[in-house]
């Protein structure tokens, strides 16, 4: 069975200082690995997906996240925050068939003037 | 442009009544998925269908039904027997047999019931 944590329900940070978004899975598969990100009242927009060609993957709108095997974690990092960046935040892991997918229960990334 | 769409936006519904939401996605997507969101949670699995003419309960199936008799349409149908059905309703839709495929989201139905 799969799983996934998101360590914090709420991340505040101000805007131009980096954010760190956790995320822990539990996956008996060679996992499939996404974020996506939540404006309120809106669906879901893939921010950026792990697809094994590397550790280190870039996404939309200057993130970025590093698979780590050895600590079952896809943690999500941006250099800078930017106000348009307050919204939530959903890790998700997959089969390899991307049959079953499993959320995470969020992170709120709130982002201080 | 390729994408997911669904409506209404809003939807509200008096007691009793049986609603249908609808989800129609032109990505030629073998697999569509609906999705309940209530505030400040995360997304909980409604019904979910791999192929046209098939779907299969999620974890909170009790009080909704669905179809799948075309490959771009899921409708979704709330019905009286929900008790709680006030929620962000979402469609969402992926490829199969492909290795690290994403779900592709609409963006949402909000249903009140008054």
């Known amino acids: 069975a799969q799983s996934v944590t998101q360590l914090d329900s709420h991340v505040s940070v101000s805007e131009g200082t980096p954010v760190l978004l956790r995320c822990n899975y539990s996956?008996?598969?060679?996992?499939?690995l996404f974020w996506y990100v939540q404006h309120p009242n809106k669906g879901l927009q893939l921010l950026l997906k792990?697809?094994?060609?590397?550790?280190l993957v870039k996404g939309i709108n200057g993130f970025e996240a590093e698979f780590k095997k050895s600590e079952t974690s896809f943690h999500l990092t941006k250099p800078s925050a930017h106000m348009s960046d307050a919204a939530e935040y959903f890790c998700v892991v997959s089969d390899d068939y991307g049959q079953n997918f499993v959320f995470g229960p969020g992170t709120r990334l709130s982002v201080l003037p | 442009d390729g994408g997911i769409t669904q409506s209404p936006k809003y939807l509200f519904r008096k007691e009793g009544q049986n609603v249908t939401l609808s989800c129609e996605q032109n990505?030629?997507?073998?697999?569509m998925y609906w999705y309940r969101q209530d505030p400040g949670q995360g997304l909980r699995l409604i019904y979910y269908s791999q192929i046209v003419n098939d779907f299969q309960k999620g974890d909170i199936a009790e009080g909704y039904s669905v179809s799948r008799e075309k490959k771009e349409s899921f409708p979704l149908t709330v019905t009286s027997a929900q008790k709680n059905p006030t929620a962000f309703y979402l469609c969402?839709?992926?490829?199969?047999?492909?290795?690290?495929?994403?779900?592709?989201f609409g963006p949402g139905t909000r249903l009140t019931v008054l």
């Open positions: 990505l030629n997507h073998d697999a």
């Open positions: 792990y697809t094994s060609a590397a550790t």
């Open positions: 996956s008996s598969y060679s996992p499939s």
């Open positions: 969402a839709s992926s490829s199969t047999g492909v290795s690290y495929n994403e779900q592709f």
